[in-house]
């Protein structure tokens, strides 16, 4: 009854317009109770025969010029774009496209935004070298095709890469008088405040002479370095880095301050201490970010002092003389700024002011701003301490990159001048401030790759191919760190199709480097990078695999072991066939099987392997038939456990995405069905339902993809597996009952819809395969739309015995109808005492419920039966009386409009005379 | 109207030269005036009166050298305008200083030769104690000895080898003044600019550049006068970590080229 009641739901159209629809006419005693009319009323109920093919309303398309789902689209197809340049994650877009979470997978607005450059660090660039490359957009332009990264890029690495939790010393005669120890409540055992007059260390010594005397004297008058008058040199000591940071940043404030009050000279002299901090090499694991911060400041004074004098050549309000007496001036006043700054004692900082204000040159002569610039370079070799000399070239090809972007030659000499340095030794030993336990030759390859990785990647963005080849040769020379660190940068910086000639040349130094710096398989990563990139020649590609493996293959660390082979294989799957892809996996296999302690941990790293190997193979078919390829499958069914956190899905998701076509192995399909059976196994109380959700899709996705063609028999062994395996999840059972039933047409079709003996059995067997399975399902608007479609699969096959559950068979039955009538007497029985119960504050109810019985009655009722009639008119007075004339006046003019083709001129007329 | 041109010794040299600077007085290598308006009234307002003086020496034998503001030795041009008024009113007098610099090119070009060197324990001179002395080898040169003051000084060096660490290496800028007469002579030497090139135990077998952009102020074309001398020197100071330290001195001439 419940499921014939909810077959004639309103807007539920019968997609059968041969079922006939329950006909029930209630015919009952009515027992009188006091109404408001006071009259005794009789009620019946009988129901109208339903013609749902007649009354169905056809929808009529229309066409349209535009996709509603327009702009999802692009997004997915966009997104699609990603999914095969980020190999490393696959999804499976291709079987399920939901529109809603392709949405959401795919970035959204906030992903957007994260991804796209920030305008504002954009300007945190100097503008006066901003505004020189600008004057060369076209250079830009191939640097950002190149492998350049930014400085920006380099400056957030360098930051958060290097830190110090040690404590730092901060000299400067600008601090804040209130910036003393006591003030920042540092404990009295960390404060450590010295101050000293202002003349320097040399002219402390008693009893100088006059001469002596008198030096010092010019030395202050001569030289900025010194302290400005009456300055006293405050030394902090037991800073953290954070507080470092904050007073960096307070005296680069104070430069731009006392630069607007027309301070330049105390400008000049923050600069100039500031710099000084560089020429303390200590803590070495901090320098990097000290280096940094100093270069801020640097930038800013450089800018400043560019705008400046580029605004004094540019601006024509001179008196006399025009424009060109501006642009003389200017150009006095920019070598006032070199003569001041070539006056600076110190080394370090008279270098790196230098440096910084090399792009004033192009207001003098650009030629004299390049022989500056290779001077500079050349000066660095005065440094002695090779850690700040490195990043002193760091800075002056920095800014020589701006300034001439197409000079090489300095580089190089810096480069080789860097070697040379590394060569001598580096830090006396225990002089080195340990970071933490971090040993020293890892330090020192840490610190010392930021520089030359720079200056490397400036001289790949524009030197000619024989310089590179001169840095390859400098590379076969080299020895020690240095050595390693110009390969390690050579493979980081260089264009990938160099590399790739080289590649060859390039393992052979790899296998040399034996310095414990950067170790061998970050370098043998680093080629892979470059050669999945671009291909080394044809005939080069074996002996490289070979020499590369067999490197690889030594890789003490099975995770370093594993990321290696990771990229090295995408190189195999690419170039090779699936028979050199299953002997690399063999050996992957033979490595993770000596560590079978920690299977766990390297799950990720070995789910990349599938992943790599399924997307690059060039036939990924052939792949599920090597051993090694479902060895490495094994390795994941051996235990559920890994099933939560992600592994297996992400397994899953790569075979689904990379198998070309349908599933057809049986041993294949029997390593998914356990895989998908742990995911299914995994979900438990705490799993969201989003989670379920995907998972549900995932799985469907794989059972729409097994397919045993014209078995089947196995076909649906498959499915009884399945179902077996999932049932906690709904959806996928949906999807068994319709694949099941999609099986039994399949069969009816196969026979020319005439069934032989076994086929008739097959059929039914599906038919019971449904009705078994739809029960267990939650929903019941779910089961009964399987019903029906099972039933209608039934009934074709002649499996009439199934059809069971149909309605239309026992929907006619009088007995069925009688049970109906009588139980729907009751009811409307029931609801009127109710109507008439409802008074005082309650009356107000009336309305709404004579209102929906009123359309409940004119919508199922046989209103051809004047009992019927009678209640309806009765309802209807009710209706008047209690509801909304607005409301009254809408019912009238439908059922005037809508009883014209059914007929219904009785109830037409009932509802006119109402209103008269 | 006129100008005078005056060498003076400074006041400021004492003691062993106290009696030369009383001895000398200010040469006078200029002094000619001229007349640039008759007497008569100015009008009111701004008047501009045309002068022209033509830059001679006083005699055939004196020369005009180039302004210079030393320690002890001014060579000092200026310009002096009187205004001789009536009995009644006081002469009205304002001075101004005016620069003489030699025409570039107008010193005698002499051949420009690189000046190598090579420092060595053994070459050094004034030695206490020469036990004391780290092994180690110097060698470098300077592009010449004869230096155009609007170009800097160039050269490189290169430390071969050297046994103790070095803590800076410096370029330190001398000049000297020489004052003298027929009675004697005095040589004063001051510091005019110090430039570090290498800081830190620098690199070995690298060269490493030498250059000094020459300051402004301090500096003229190296001068030799019958009565004063002006000269420089370069000095290379090579500072171990001990704070010991070693010095090479270098003269130089300096032209205005």
Redesign the interface.
Known sequence: MDRAAEALTPGTPSRYPYFTSLSLAISGPYKPNNNPSGRIMSVVWKIRVRQWGLEKNPLIPEPTTSHPLQGVKDRTLKQAGLVYEKKSRPTVQPMMIDPLSSVLDGPDPLSDLLGASDPLSGKAFPSASRQAMEADKDTEMAITDSRHSTWEQHRAFILSNFTTTGTLTFTSSFLQPSDSAESRAVPLHRRVVKTQTAVTERHRTPGMSGSERIRARLEQLDTLDEMSGGGVVREVGGLTQEEFTHRLNGLKQELTEAWQSDQRVKALKIAIQCVKLLSLSVPEHFYPSKFVLVIDILDTLASLVYQRLKFKSQSENFPVGGSDTGKLEAQETTRNWFYKVASIRELLPRLYLEAALLPCYSLINVQEGEQALSRLSRMIRGIGDPLMAAYARMYVCRMGFVIAPTLTQHISESIEDFLHALKQGLWPEGEADMNMGEDKDSLAARVFFPPLEWMMQCLASCAPHHILQSILRQCEEGEGLGQNLLVSSLLATFPHHFIALQALPLTHLIAGCSYPGKLQHELLSSLGVCVNQAAPPQQQQLPLLNAVWKLIARVPNTKDYLSTAGIWLEFTAKHFTSVEVNTLLGDVLKHVGTDRSHDQTHYPAMLALVSTALTNSTDPHSLFSMKHFLGLLNVFQRDSVSAGDGVTRGVVEALLTHHPGDFTDPILVQHLLTLCGALHDSINALTTDDERRQLSQLIISFIRQVNFGRDFEQQLDFYVNARAAFSNLDTVLVSLVQCVCRLAMATWNVMHSQHSGKTASFVRACAAYCFITVPSLAYSTTRLKLYLLSGTVALINNCLGQVEGNDSLYGGDPKVQQEAEQLCTTLLHNILLHIQSLTGIHEKRCGPLAFSLFWCIVTWCDLTQPQMMKVTSQIWSLVLKHCHPETVVQARDWISRHSVHQKHTSLAQLVRHGQA | MDGIASVQLSPRSAGLIESLVNSSKPISLISQSVEVTKSGRIPSGQTEIPFELPLNPRSSSKILYETYHG?YIMVQYSLRCDIKRSLLAKDVSKSQEFIVEYKPGSGDSEEEKVVNFEIRPETLQNVRDRARIPQFLVRGHLDTSIFPLSK?LTGELTVCECERG?SS?ELQLVRVETCGSTEGYTR??????????????????????I???F??L?TCATTVAPSFKIEFELNIVIIFDNDHLVVETFPIKLIRS
């Open positions: 320690v800097p070095i290496i004063e030497a001051s510091e005019i600019q110090n430039i570090q090139i290498g800081e830190g135990d620098v690199c070995r077998g690298i060269a490493i550049p250059y000094m952009v300051p402004r301090f």
